[in-house]
């Protein structure tokens, strides 16, 4: 059951940021993470401050020289559909096309997504190949703050008393290969069991995997760049990954799988994604 909680819909950022300052408060985006809480008892909210009619949050540019903002109300499904984002950042729209559902994406924000701050969640690891960066503001100014900075914990991340993300930046992204690939338990929508995000950039010997559901955060994997610039044997660069990947999580046992058969599958995901990135 819902307790109750009262709620405000705030015109402006600065209106927003005042009724944040209040105990026990959330912003409320598309709401298909934080009304799930709140009904599971999970988070039982005071107030909820839903910033959807914050028309300043809309950013969303795209500039080989300045990068990708992609503001706090950007739904998946505008991702999922931008023939420029497909076009140069790929993997972000392969990822947000299997979060959810197509109704949910209608609601749901790639920035709920990262706040909400689940191992699992399926736009982080994008994310952190691609250097992130989460821009804030709140009563004491602007942050920004690394993706890998922002995700603290299993359902924690940065955020200070009174903050509110308002955009994501992307520094430019590379000419690269990039590409998403998600275990799930169905076929349909289903959270992960382990999800992988990767780039490689042949020509600058740039190589980056991500590992999500598999740690208390995605896990960004050292030392690939010195491996691919090693050898180009797919096969021998597969194996070598997947080592380094297995070395660098810490997997558990859930409702979606045990550890073992996250760290089989790992193994299995991070071998494709190096074979479909690298070749
Ligand atoms: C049936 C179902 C299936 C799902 N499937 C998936 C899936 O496959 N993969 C996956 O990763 N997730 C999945 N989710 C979870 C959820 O849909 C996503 O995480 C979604 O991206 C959350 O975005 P939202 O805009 O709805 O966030 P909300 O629910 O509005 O907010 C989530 C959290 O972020 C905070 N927040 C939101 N915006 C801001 C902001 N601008 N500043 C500060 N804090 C903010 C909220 O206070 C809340 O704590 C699923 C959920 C449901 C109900």
Redesign the pocket.
Known sequence: MIMPFAYVKPGTIQEAIEALQTDNS????????????MRDGV?RPDLLVD?KGLRE?DSFTIDSKKGITIG?RTT?NFLVENKKLRASCPVLAEAAL????FQ?RN???????I??A?P????APSLYILGAQVVTTGPRGERRIPIADFMIGPQKNA?KKG????QVEIPPPPKAKMAFLKKQRIKG????VVNVAGLADTESGTLRLCVGACAETPVLLEGTDQLYKKTRDLGKLGEQIADLALSSISPIDDVRASADYRRDMVRVFVKRIVSRICS
Request: glycine share 6%; with cysteine; net charge negative.
């Open positions: 959330w912003p409320l985006a598309g709401g298909t993470a934080l009304l799930v809480d988070k910033i949050l706090a998946l299997v979060t959810a559902t949910l609601q749901a924000t790639l920035v709920g997504n706040c909400k689940s699992a969640a399926d736009m955020l903050e509110l993300v308002v929508h289903d959270l992960s």
